[in-house]
């Protein structure tokens, strides 16, 4: 039996989801095949959807037309911007969401796509002809054609969970694993790596002496991820706050030998930033204690999910651990915690559209490739999905720059660096951070898929609309003059305001605190510049803050889109697809890495670790004599790079990536 | 672009085309070793070991000599690199290198050989100036400056200044993407209190340019004067030297008459001028306007009163005129004695004249010779970057105390990061390279 589609999409989590509704709205035929249908959406750890940097990763999801944002906001049960005492830039907003009516959201969003089938099964092999994907065989025998692949297949492929000393096949508790489809993309000629990641215990929320938990509100008023949202509309809950003590450190370090981790018996590397209660205790010992939020799993789910003690600990170890707990004294585990280990594909194989070098057609997206979390997997299965579409229309790729997103950071980060633990995205990975606040993603990413041709005629209408109010806002604080007269300066005294030369509405808004709303109402009852308060009184919270932050953050966000636009030169430099960089004065070294990443152009080589200012002259002296698109990009050699910046959250400096010359 | 194809193998005589008893050739690039031992005939010897070989090129032997191969990274070049040494013949010299060229080999643009090592991070940028100082150092207190420099002293201090810089970097991020984690990476206070330091590191090291600078250039010392007060006479003693004419008709010296000599280990160049005076002369009306001119670009001015004359209306109008304090000297002391407590000499007697050499030797140590003790910047592009990183962290330091945001604090941070950065010139556009190295004789 074969059926015939434009795009495959194998699994249905986080990223396969996202790829297979942009695809599908986009015109092509797309079939998502799952193990089970059910498990599409399905969130296979925490309850919760965004945080810092990855709430800015929902929030470019939603203004690109994914489905994230929509399927938390109708989930969400605490929605909390985080870093809120900080810049617009680096905020960013998270929601608890009840577990099962999110995966239902995400189900119902993609039920409304008219060209997306769901195809319940478990796909044995790709189908290759040449270098082309030509489709996929599932294990009973049916095939799905397609002209193009995306493979999304998180944690499953030859997982194997551990606890404590027992292992067992399987991706996710009660799931088993994909045996077959790593062969399948090892004889492609991909390289495979081993990763691990561990999830922490479920308590039975009726065990739980909350009375001593400190409560963790959510946000007074909580604000949806979506452009498309009007209106939350499920109640908002409590997360709890507890901690581990000295008696719960001592219990796990008399354990250690029997923690996969530390016996052997699991070899992967997991994440450094998200480490295991174990791993937390032996690298931080100096700290007596460490956070557990108690999070709920969904409005009236009976479990609750221990966010800070992901563990693979024997369950009797993981009894006395979550005992050890203040309010936890009699509590039960509902389900232990454990480790899955995975097979990962290295993403240096990857082009920047996500698409396995070499081979047409065939995509790869989310924990595949080495990330961890529900958002970059989402990221990189609506960037893939584009892609994929893009492709079976014979349509140039879509790209995102690192200034005009995370998603586009990452990527870049993946595909030229590779990863040797799972990748999370983080503010600091992003060199024009300033440029990319949830605040201005309508802004910045909503006009590409008009570009791109995707039909979301609403969303599309809606960061129109918002785009004009707060142009009009702008203009009108920019317009709206004032001099240090008496009148003046005394209408201003109540606010606070001290007034000595002439000035905008607009460099007002610079000092801090300034509230516009507040000053806006003082105008209204002056009836001083009435554009000014109708163009203020017709935005959103939002979308006021949006004003305010532009206003105030103006000279710096110049500078680095300044910044960003003189490295643009360096990354025109396009790199052939057939470069050979065996060339004389290159160390074996750098060929190699050159050779594992294949950047498509000088700035993406500039950014491979170890280059050196002498590689690249002799790369771009190259490049000028194949006259391609040699245009003398000099500029700058080199930026600070980040990742040189980033500490744990015990605080050492990661010494592995210092100040290191590129660009 | 000015900078060569680093893919090339190079080749350049290292020592002056002159006779002498040994001349330096040296080769570098992938084909170095290979296009050498080819005209050696013989396979390659091991690395860093002195051999004797035979050049020879189509029969005809070349040179009797000795060739040492540096493999590279440990090179000087951090490339394949050979060093002959050939009799110092310029004839054989250039016999070698016409082979080499023949092999393949290119002439080697400029300091190229240490642009290959900068370029390869075998040195750092400010090691490459100190490498061009020190080959251009006519003082030892120049060597010294520009060895101290070449062996990381003020690059140590830069890398000390931006692992300061990094801890405050590295902690105000953990503070951004771990604000939940319930940790406290670094206190306010902390943090403005590194950048104070840093800032403080940068601005002491900046206030050694000018010691730096002074005597890198050297120093330009100005004689000045009422005509016949004996600047011509002085210049003369300084040097040692009939230099000027000196006679007893007033205005002999018309033109500036310039001679170097060392004073507390700075070339100092001293100018004797035309004297000052109201004239019709036009050759000595333009002679005066180059003596002011010369006065207006000196580091120290010497001021010369007859003392036979005294001081006069004329010399208090030329005094308020100057640019900077001058050094006030008291000549012809051997015919009349100066004011109590003014400098007096008799040039021709040599009274008074160690005094004198005591006086400049410690006003240039006060003022102008580095200290041996403290690392030094020395030229032009140092200070820039320096100044950029002070005028950024400045920045980021009003912007600590006005209570922004981490996120914002640190785009200033960064850029002075980058300045320093700049300083060792790990990063650096290739057009500051090429401008940078074309300074080199070719070879070095």
């Known amino acids: 039996m074969t059926d015939r589609y434009d795009v495959v999409v194998i699994g249905g989590g986080h990223a396969g989801a996202e790829a297979a509704r942009i695809a599908a709205r986009g015109g092509s035929s797309v079939a998502l095949v799952t193990m089970a249908r059910q498990a599409i959406g399905r969130m296979s750890c925490n309850p919760a959807i965004g945080g810092l940097a990855k709430g800015n990763l929902v929030k470019e999801i939603d203004a690109l037309g994914g489905l994230m944002g929509e399927a938390a906001d109708r989930s969400g049960i605490q929605f909390k911007i985080l870093n809120r005492s900080k810049g617009p830039a680096v905020q960013g907003p998270r929601a608890q969401c009840d577990r099962d009516l999110y995966a239902e959201a995400v189900q119902n969003l993609l039920a409304c796509e008219a060209n997306l089938a769901v195809v319940e099964g478990t796909v044995r092999s790709l189908l290759i002809e040449g270098s082309r994907v030509r489709g996929v065989l599932l294990i009973d025998g049916r095939l799905l054609t397609s002209s193009a692949c995306v493979v999304t297949t998180g944690t499953f492929l030859r997982a194997l969970m551990h606890s404590g000393e027992e292992q067992s096949p399987g991706g996710r508790f009660g799931e088993p694993s994909a045996q077959t489809l790593s062969d399948s993309l090892r004889m492609l000629g991909l390289n495979l790596g081993r990763l691990k990641?561990?999830?922490?215990?479920?308590?039975?929320?009726?065990?739980?002496?909350?009375?001593?938990?400190?409560?963790?509100?959510?946000?007074?008023?909580?604000?949806?991820?979506?452009?498309?949202?009007?209106?939350?509309?499920?109640?908002?809950?409590?997360?709890?706050?507890?901690?581990?003590?000295?008696?719960?450190?001592?219990?796990?370090?008399?354990?250690?030998?029997?923690?996969?981790?530390?016996?052997?018996?699991?070899?992967?590397?997991?994440?450094?930033?998200c480490p295991s209660i174990e791993d937390k205790v032996v690298r931080f010992s100096d700290k007596p204690r460490h956070q557990v939020f108690v999070e709920p799993e969904g409005l009236n789910h009976p479990w609750l999910?221990?966010?800070?003690?992901?563990?693979?600990?024997?369950?009797?170890?993981?009894?006395?651990?979550?005992r050890s707990l203040p309010g936890f004294e009699e509590a039960v585990i509902a389900r232990y915690g454990y480790a899955v280990e995975y097979d990962f594909v290295n993403p240096q194989q990857l082009e920047p559209t996500l698409k396995v070098r070499g081979i047409e057609g065939l995509y790869l997206a989310g924990q595949i490739n080495g990330t961890s979390g529900y958002e970059e997997a989402a990221a990189q299965g609506l960037i893939a999905g584009i892609n994929a579409?893009?492709?079976?229309?014979?349509?140039?790729?879509?790209?995102?720059?690192?200034?005009?997103?995370?998603?586009?950071?990452?990527?870049?980060?993946?595909?030229?660096?590779?990863?040797?633990?799972?990748?999370?995205?983080?503010?600091?990975?992003?060199?024009?951070?300033?440029?990319?606040?949830?605040?201005?993603?309508?802004?910045?990413?909503?006009?590409?898929?008009?570009?791109?041709?995707?039909?979301?005629?609403?969303?599309?209408?809606?960061?129109?609309?918002?785009?004009?109010?707060?142009?009009?806002?702008?203009?009108?604080?920019?317009?709206?003059?004032?001099?240090?007269?008496?009148?003046?300066?005394?209408?201003?005294?109540?606010?606070g305001i001290v007034l000595r030369e002439k000035t905008t509405v607009a460099r007002l808004a610079q000092r801090i605190p300034f509230e516009l709303k507040d000053f806006v109402t003082h105008c209204r009852e002056a009836s001083r510049w009435p554009e000014l308060t109708w163009a203020v009184d017709g935005l959103s919270d939002e979308e006021r803050e949006g004003v305010v932050n532009e206003l105030r953050y103006a000279g710096y966000l110049e500078r680095q889109q300044r910044e960003a636009d003189s490295l643009q030169r360096v990354e025109a430099v396009a790199i052939p697809g057939d470069m050979a960089y065996e060339l004389p004065g290159l160390s074996r070294e750098l060929v190699e890495k050159l050779n594992a990443t294949r950047p498509v152009s000088l700035g993406q080589a500039s950014r491979i670790r170890g280059m050196t200012p002498a590689a690249l002259s002799l790369l771009r002296m190259h490049l000028h004599q194949r006259g391609r698109r040699a245009d003398g990009a000099a500029g700058a050699v080199g930026k600070v790079s980040r990742s040189s910046a980033r500490v744990g959250p015990e605080g050492q400096s990661d010494r592995s990536g210092s100040v290191r010359s590129s660009g | 672009m000015s900078s060569g194809d680093p893919a090339d193998t190079i080749v350049a005589a290292a020592t002056p085309p002159a006779k002498s008893a040994?001349?330096?050739?040296?080769?570098?690039?992938?084909?170095?070793?290979?296009?050498?031992?080819?005209?050696?005939?013989?396979?390659?010897?091991?690395?860093?070991?002195?051999?004797?070989?035979?050049?020879?090129?189509?029969?005809?032997?070349?040179?009797?000599?000795?060739?040492?191969?540096?493999?590279?990274?440990?090179?000087?070049?951090?490339?394949?690199?050979?060093?002959?040494?050939?009799?110092?013949?310029?004839?054989?010299?250039?016999?070698?290198?016409?082979?080499?060229?023949?092999?393949?080999?290119?002439?080697?643009?400029?300091?190229?050989?240490?642009?290959?090592?900068?370029?390869?991070?075998?040195?750092?940028?400010?090691?490459a100036e100190a490498i061009a100082d020190l080959i251009d150092a006519r003082t030892s207190l120049q060597a010294r400056m520009s060895l101290a420099n070449?062996?990381?002293?003020?690059?140590?201090?830069?890398?000390?200044?931006?692992?300061?810089?990094?801890f405050v970097i590295s902690r105000l991020e953990a503070a951004l993407d771990f604000s939940e984690e319930g940790y406290d990476f670094i206190s306010r206070e902390a943090a403005g209190t590194i950048l104070d330091e840093v800032i403080r590191l940068e601005e002491t090291l900046a206030q050694t340019y000018e010691r730096g600078r002074a005597t890198r250039r050297g120093l330009k010392i100005v004689l000045l004067g009422a005509p016949n007060s004996g600047k011509s006479t002085l210049l003369?003693?300084?040097?040692g030297s009939e230099r000027a004419i000196v006679t007893e008709i007033a205005g002999t010296t018309r033109d500036l008459i310039s001679e170097t000599i060392e004073i507390a280990g700075l070339p100092v160049t001293v100018t004797d001028?035309?004297?000052?005076?109201?004239?019709?002369?036009?050759?000595?009306?333009?002679?005066?306007?180059?003596?002011?001119?010369?006065?207006?670009?000196?580091?120290?001015?010497?001021?010369?009163?007859?003392?036979?004359?005294?001081?006069?209306?004329?010399?208090?109008?030329?005094?308020?005129r100057l640019p900077h304090p001058p050094l006030v000297v008291y000549t012809k002391g051997d015919l009349s004695s100066g004011p109590v407590g003014e400098l007096a000499i008799s040039a021709?007697?040599?009274?008074?004249?160690?005094?004198?050499?005591?006086?400049?030797?410690?006003?240039?140590?006060?003022?102008?010779?580095?200290?041996?003790?403290?690392?030094?910047?020395?030229?032009?592009?140092?200070?820039?970057?320096?100044?950029?990183?002070?005028?950024?962290?400045?920045?980021?330091?009003?912007?600590l105390e006005t209570g922004a945001s981490e996120e914002v604090i640190l785009v200033d941070l960064y850029r002075g990061a980058e300045a320093v950065e700049r300083l060792i010139g790990r990063i650096e556009s290739e057009e500051v390279f090429a401008e940078i190295f074309a300074k080199f004789c070719i070879g070095k």
């Open chain 2, 150 to 166: 070449m062996a990381g002293r003020l690059s140590n201090e830069a890398a000390g200044i931006r692992e300061r810089l990094l």
């Open chain 2, 348 to 399: 021709l007697r040599g009274a008074g004249m160690p005094e004198l050499f005591c006086e400049l030797d410690r006003t240039v140590r006060d003022r102008f010779a580095v200290r041996s003790d403290s690392p030094a910047v020395v030229n032009e592009r140092q200070i820039a970057a320096l100044r950029d990183g002070i005028s950024a962290l400045q920045m980021a330091r009003e912007t």
């Open chain 2, 273 to 320: 001028t035309a004297g000052l005076r109201a004239s019709d002369n036009l050759i000595e009306v333009m002679g005066i306007e180059r003596a002011r001119l010369a006065a207006s670009d000196a580091d120290l001015i010497l001021y010369l009163i007859d003392t036979t004359v005294g001081r006069t209306v004329a010399d208090n109008d030329e005094l308020s």
């Open chain 1, 197 to 273: 990641t561990g999830t922490p215990p479920r308590v039975d929320r009726s065990s739980v002496d909350f009375g001593r938990l400190v409560p963790q509100p959510g946000d007074a008023s909580p604000r949806p991820f979506s452009i498309l949202t009007d209106r939350l509309e499920l109640p908002q809950v409590l997360c709890h706050l507890t901690h581990t003590s000295e008696a719960t450190h001592q219990l796990i370090r008399a354990n250690l030998h029997r923690a996969p981790m530390y016996s052997g018996q699991i070899a992967a590397t997991g994440p450094r930033y």
């Open chain 1, 389 to 495: 579409l893009l492709a079976v229309r014979g349509r140039q790729p879509f790209i995102l720059r690192r200034d005009q997103a995370y998603a586009g950071v990452m990527i870049d980060d993946l595909v030229t660096q590779g990863t040797e633990e799972p990748y999370r995205m983080f503010t600091s990975r992003a060199e024009h951070r300033l440029l990319l606040g949830c605040d201005s993603v309508y802004e910045r990413l909503t006009p590409l898929i008009e570009e791109l041709g995707i039909s979301d005629i609403e969303r599309l209408r809606r960061a129109a609309g918002r785009r004009s109010r707060m142009r009009a806002a702008c203009a009108a604080a920019e317009q709206a003059v004032l001099t240090p007269e008496r009148g003046t300066t005394e209408w201003l005294g109540p606010l």
């Open chain 2, 236 to 239: 003369n003693t300084l040097v």
């Open chain 1, 305 to 322: 999910y221990m966010n800070g003690i992901s563990t693979s600990l024997p369950s009797d170890v993981q009894d006395g651990v979550v």
């Open chain 2, 22 to 127: 040994l001349a330096l050739v040296r080769m570098d690039g992938p084909r170095a070793h290979s296009m050498i031992c080819g005209l050696a005939n013989r396979e390659p010897p091991a690395e860093r070991v002195a051999t004797r070989v035979t050049l020879t090129d189509h029969g005809e032997t070349l040179d009797d000599c000795v060739m040492t191969l540096y493999m590279g990274p440990r090179s000087f070049t951090g490339n394949d690199l050979v060093e002959l040494s050939l009799h110092g013949s310029p004839l054989v010299v250039e016999n070698v290198i016409r082979a080499a060229l023949r092999c393949g080999a290119r002439m080697a643009e400029p300091g190229e050989f240490t642009e290959r090592a900068v370029l390869n991070g075998k040195i750092d940028l400010i090691q």
